[in-house]
Structures are given as C-alpha cells and as structure tokens.
C-alpha cells in the first residue's frame, strides 16, 4: 500500500462552502467524493468553521486533507454584485478567492452567487492582460467522440465586439485543450446562418479575424455554425456573445427538462408502456447518466489571473464533485498559465499586425 501524498504535495482546490442553495452538508459531501476518488486532492474550505469542522469530522475520507478558513458571513443569491465587493470581504466568497490570490490554491470552486462571483474574481484576480472581457465556458452535451462541446460566452458579460470573440475563441480553444485533452480544437462562430455574408458586422469582422489566427493559435476554424451546432460534431468549440449564449443554455436545460417529463408521461399511458419502460430501464439509465447535467456541473471563468468554476446553486453532492474535478483538470494541466502565455502571445501579435498595416493618408 502506498503512501498517500501530503497536503503540500497535493493539488489544492479552494472551496466556498457557503453558497448555493442546499448549504454547506452537500458541499463537503461533494467535496468527500473527490477526495474518495482522488488521492492527489487536498482543500481550503471557506465558512462557518464550527458548522463545517462537525461536517468534515463525519468524513473519514476526508481526514487529513482540509484546511479551514473561518467566514462569518455569506453571498446570497439575491445580494448585488455591487453591494458584494463593498461589503463581501467578510464572506466565504470573497475568502475563497483570496486563497487563490494569494496562492495558497491551484483553482477555486463556488455555488453561489454568479454575478458576485464574477465580479469579486475580476476585482480580486484580475484579468489576464491582452484580455477585454472574460467569458464563462461551458460543456455542452453533443455528439462528438468526446461526448461534449465548450461554448462560451454564457453569461459573464451580454456585450462582445469582434476582438472579444477572436479573444473567446483562443481562450476557448486552450480549455479544450487542456480540460479535454483535443490537441487541434475546432472552433465555430454561432450566426444566424453559415454563409459569411450572413450575420451583424462583429461577426463578419470576428469571421476574418479569427481565421487569420487559427494556425498560429494551433486550432481549426470550421466558420460560422447555426443553433442546432450546439449540440452537433461540426466543432468543438462553439463562440458567441454572452447574452446569445446564455439564452441558448437556458433553452436547453429547459428543453432537456420538457422531453424529460413528456418520457415518463409516455412510459405511464397504459400497462404495455409501462411494461416497456422495465425492458427499457438499461437504455433509458445509460440515456440519463448521458445527459445528466450533473456530471459537467461547472462554468469555468476565463480570462482571470487565476481558475474559478462556477458550479451549479443548485448542485447535489454529484454535481459539487464533478465541479471539483474540473477545477483539479485544469490545475494538474497548468491551464491558468498555458491560457496567459497564449493571450499574451496573441496580444503581441495582433500589435504586430496593427503596426504592420498601411496607414491611411
């Protein structure tokens, strides 16, 4: 038997244990899955110390591998932004941020809040330079080998002009590099429509711009990709606005959740169809652990100085994991780093090209 690895051996994910909806026992829950099936884990957990040592102490597992960091107060989810980075310095938010900050911590998770979240991680570890805005990536069930697709922006900022794009597409394209191992990641620009007349003036600007990068990015630009690419195998990665893309994730959890109840209606019409549901229950279990959003809980902010996941307000224990495990992903593969020397490098690039282009007289 060998000898697990210390906690300063250990890759370090600092945890919010406050937020989300179902409080701090399915957070450390979540967090002792990981450590269960990972001996490489340690954690910073951030709260109410006397409520979460009682939790901790109930996990064996866990013993060992949790440093505490004592929180009095808590992100709601109906706190405002604003009022968090005035007032938050006391919550477990604002402390779980500042152990990545500081170092003490390779990513950082949360369930709370994503608008505080958001705004207390671009306040406290800033944006990587060359970037203008940060964006939230997600995996998107699809039928592609690896079962997934990244598509950012979802949500962290409703505005996005041709620059921002090209700059989702490189950060997009190094988390799917790094998080799911594609070593040439296909990237698609979402549009009304695939032909390159289509579509507002930023995209067609983003269109030329992003192609132009694509070798030198190491990723293939496949152009422009319509709605129903989200869930496809023409890319890997799919590129849009935040407001374009958070109304497509809100679409198709809702649309995921109407088939999801049509099924069992379907499956109680008469007894043959329940009947068929018994025959079934091997297909249909295989069907639901596919899609079950459980398993890629977390949006992953890119852009930042550092890794934060921003994971479900409503995750269970499952989902709390599978956030975590993002978070060590991207830790073990250096992703952070990997991300700033590429939009550093690009940075550079388009300064080159800026300066190299004739100047109108």
């Known amino acids: ?111 709370g809040n ?42 962290a900022d409703v505005r996005a002009d041709a620059k921002d794009l090209l700059q989702f597409a490189l950060m997009g394209a190094s988390y799917a590099r790094n998080g799911m191992a594609l070593a040439r990641p296909r990237i698609g620009l979402l549009n009304v429509g695939t032909e390159e007349h289509k579509g507002r003036a930023e995209l067609k600007e983003a269109h030329m711009m992003i192609s132009d990068f694509a070798d030198q990015a190491n990723f293939d630009f496949v152009g422009f990709v319509e709605g129903s690419d989200i869930p496809g195998n023409k890319a890997d990665v799919i590129i849009t606005d935040g407001f374009t893309g958070n109304v497509a994730i809100k679409t198709g959890e809702g649309t995921a959740g109407l088939i999801g109840d049509l ?31 459980r398993r890629v809980n977390g949006g992953v902010f890119l852009g ?17 994991s599978a956030a975590v495990k993002l978070a060590f992903t991207l830790a073990e593969s250096g992703f952070s780093e990997k991300l700033a020397a590429r939009v550093a490098s690009t940075a550079e690039l388009q300064q080159d090209a800026a300066h190299s282009a004739p100047q109108s007289e």
């Not at 550092?306 to 499952?318: F, L, Q, Y």
């Open 1 to 111: 038997m060998t000898d697990q690895p210390s906690q300063t051996e250990r890759i370090i994910i600092s945890v919010d244990a406050m937020g989300g909806d179902s409080g701090p026992a399915v957070v450390v829950a979540g967090i002792a899955k990981s450590a269960d099936k990972n001996p490489k884990i340690g954690f910073i957990l951030h709260g109410r110390e006397s409520e979460l040592k009682k939790l901790v102490a109930k996990r064996r597992v866990l013993e060992g591998r949790v440093v505490f960091r004592d929180c009095p107060d808590v992100v709601t989810m109906e706190d405002k932004p604003s009022q968090v980075v005035r007032n938050g310095k006391q919550t477990s938010m604002w402390s779980a941020l500042e152990s990545v900050r500081q170092g003490e911590a390779h990513g950082a998770v949360s369930c």
């Open 304 to 320: 930042l100085n550092g890794t934060v996941i921003k994971s479900h307000g409503g995750a269970d224990a499952t989902g709390v």
């Open 263 to 293: 099924l069992r209606e379907a499956f109680k019409y008469s007894p043959l169809s329940r009947l068929a549901s018994i025959l079934a229950i091997t297909s249909l279990n295989r069907l639901k652990k596919r899609i079950d959003p």
């Open 114 to 155: 994503t608008g505080a979240l958001m705004a207390l991680s671009m306040m406290r570890l800033r944006k990587l330079p060359g970037v203008n805005r940060p964006a939230i990536a997600i995996l998107w069930p699809s039928r592609n080998p690896q079962g997934f697709n990244v598509m950012l922006d979802v949500g």
